[in-house]
């Protein structure tokens, strides 16, 4: 089943902090689509906008101006179908490894059918010795595997990825861009991940979409045409992180 | 592993000390302070024995009791030394002061009044307890959630905060129908202050993210609150419950010395009043046992439900 994503002139824009009813623009104008299939970056400078961008898309926040539509239907609120993985602490640290990857067949009333699934998963991401572990006794790499392993069992139609790596020490963090990749193509859905790191953007991405700051609006869009397993130092790869680069460090428009 | 052995040494010098120096007043029954010593001189003997010989998971008990040995020791030797300063010397004065027999004998001819009295204070404290500690994690909740709720809620607590919650005694023993709900009421209010306050701190300071992962998750509102709000906030409820405890120990006995006319604190007063004294030293004592088992017990509730904290 297909899924395609739609941002069509997407605003957002919040109250100022300091009052007087000021407004300040987070996100202009931002227009693009993606589809199943596909590993899309946001890649830009603070203040740009990315995780704005994806917090609309997973419907916790809503656009001042234009849509967002998956399949033609507008997003108006948080669902399943669009997973979301978070920078750090977004396990429930009062959850053990299992229950926090079963929490959504709780909430559901759909525990006890879906036993079988959550060991298997557990299984799946290598934590079975800590399935009845608290978060508190786990690495950052594993805590990050149990979010993400929390999300795909839902098996969401586009999977929403905010910095989810950026917590992580260099060597655990190249490992892991592994593992999501791998999952990903797996289970052929769609995914969207913020990222400051433009190695990893090239590294992961099908497509990496550049903002530029102040407010965030698209600057360019550039497809990644490299096959997988990349090789962070092969001439394709060096070419696009500086062509990211330079388009990241470049004030035009 | 030697000190494991101080507290039998102080157990001797503490009875050697109580057969063999004579006496300057009667003592009745004295058999019962040299069984109250050997008591728990058998308790400290058996615990020991029984953590040495279970190796594995009793080794780190027995190492605990074995440096807590000198602490068991030196209450032999304060026993000895109260001993000689009453029941041998005198020095501190009779009926003011009295030796640790005659508070154990004023005990066994008491023990009904007293036991009556200890359930009395027991019950108060648990009712008022509850009571207190169930509204201020209602009131936390709703007030860490709603804006509003939190605008008028606010300037209560800070008005009322440093307000010791004793003072209103006096006038809920007017108001109140029943001496008994009157300080369940006042003692409740202690312990609803506190929780509520460390509540609402907890609820506001519940992640985003915890939120945000719950609601795409599929929580509904109702499972936000008791799914992912209140055990979140469950570290800081328990800093509330804890000095809702303080609190609620320091107005059950002021409460019943001013007020009600039952429980351990009116014991005190009532026993004072007869110049019983002695009655007076067995209250303090049980109000002593009494509370450390109450905060005990809290501990290990929190202990159990905070399991989570530092992992395992």
């Known amino acids: ?253 | 592993m030697i000190r494991v052995f101080l507290p039998l040494l102080g157990y001797a010098l503490a009875s050697i000390e109580y057969f063999l120096l004579p006496n300057v007043r009667e003592n009745a029954f004295p058999e019962r302070y040299f069984i109250v010593l050997t008591a728990g001189i058998v308790a400290y003997s058996a615990f020991a024995l029984f953590s040495f010989l279970r190796k594995d998971k009793g080794l780190r008990l027995f190492n605990r009791l074995s440096y807590r040995a000198p602490i068991f020791c030196a209450v032999y030797v304060f026993l000895a030394l109260f001993d000689v300063l009453t029941l041998k010397t005198g020095r501190l004065t009779y009926p003011f002061i009295p030796w640790f027999n005659d508070i154990i004998n004023s005990a066994v001819a008491d023990w009904p009044m007293l036991l009556k009295s200890t359930l009395f204070s027991l019950r108060l404290l648990l009712v008022s307890y509850v009571v207190g500690a169930l509204a201020g994690v209602a009131t936390g909740v709703v007030a860490g959630y709603s804006k509003s709720v939190r605008y008028w809620i606010e300037p209560v607590l800070n008005v009322l905060g440093p307000i010791p919650p004793a003072t209103w005694i006096p006038l809920s023993m007017i108001l109140a129908k029943t001496l008994f709900s009157g300080s369940v009421f006042i003692i409740a209010l202690g312990v609803w202050y506190n929780v509520s306050l460390s509540t609402l701190i907890g609820v506001m300071n519940v992640k985003k993210e915890h939120l945000d992962s719950a609601r795409i998750l599929g929580a509904s509102e109702l499972q936000i609150v008791f799914r992912v709000v209140i055990p979140s906030s469950l570290p800081s409820i328990f800093q509330g419950l804890s000095s809702g405890m303080t609190s609620a120990c320091i107005t059950l006995i002021i409460a019943e010395m001013i007020g009600v006319e039952a429980g351990l604190g009116w014991y005190i007063e009532w026993a004072k009043a007869w110049a019983m004294f002695n009655r007076m030293y067995v209250a303090i004592i049980t109000i002593c046992v009494l509370f450390n088992l109450v905060n005990f017990t809290l501990k290990k509730c929190k202990k159990h439900f905070l399991r989570w904290e530092n992992g395992n």
């Open chain 1, 1 to 253: 089943m297909a899924t395609e994503l739609v941002l069509n002139d997407v605003s957002k824009s919040f109250d100022s902090p300091h009052g007087k009813g000021d407004r300040i623009s987070a996100v202009e104008n931002v227009s693009f689509s993606c589809h199943d299939g596909e590993f899309v970056s946001i890649v830009g400078r603070s203040g740009c906008g990315k995780s704005t961008i994806l917090r609309m898309i997973a419907g916790l926040v809503n656009p001042t101006a234009g849509l967002v539509s998956v399949d033609s239907q507008v997003v108006k609120g948080p669902s399943k179908e669009r997973g979301m993985v978070f920078q750090e602490y977004s396990l429930f640290p009062y959850l053990t490894v299992a229950q926090n990857i079963g929490f959504s067949f709780k909430m559901s009333g759909r525990a006890r059918e879906n036993k079988a699934k959550v060991d298997e998963y557990v299984r799946k991401i290598g934590l079975e010795k800590f399935a009845n572990s608290y978060p508190s006794a786990l690495s950052g790499g594993m805590r990050q595997r149990v979010a993400l392993a929390r999300t795909l069992i839902c098996n969401p139609k586009i999977l929403l990825l905010d910095e989810p790596l950026s917590a992580l020490d260099a060597i655990t963090r190249m490992s892991m861009q592994d593992e999501i990749l791998d999952m990903w193509s797996g289970s052929g859905s769609l995914a969207i991940m913020v990222t400051h790191d433009v190695d990893e953007a090239v590294y992961m991405s099908t497509k990496v979409i550049l903002m530029r700051p102040n407010p965030g609006r698209v600057k360019r869009i550039i497809p990644i045409d490299i096959p997988y397993r990349r090789r962070r130092d092969s001439d394709a790869f060096v070419a696009y992180r500086n062509e990211i680069l330079n388009g990241l460090s470049g004030n035009g428009s």
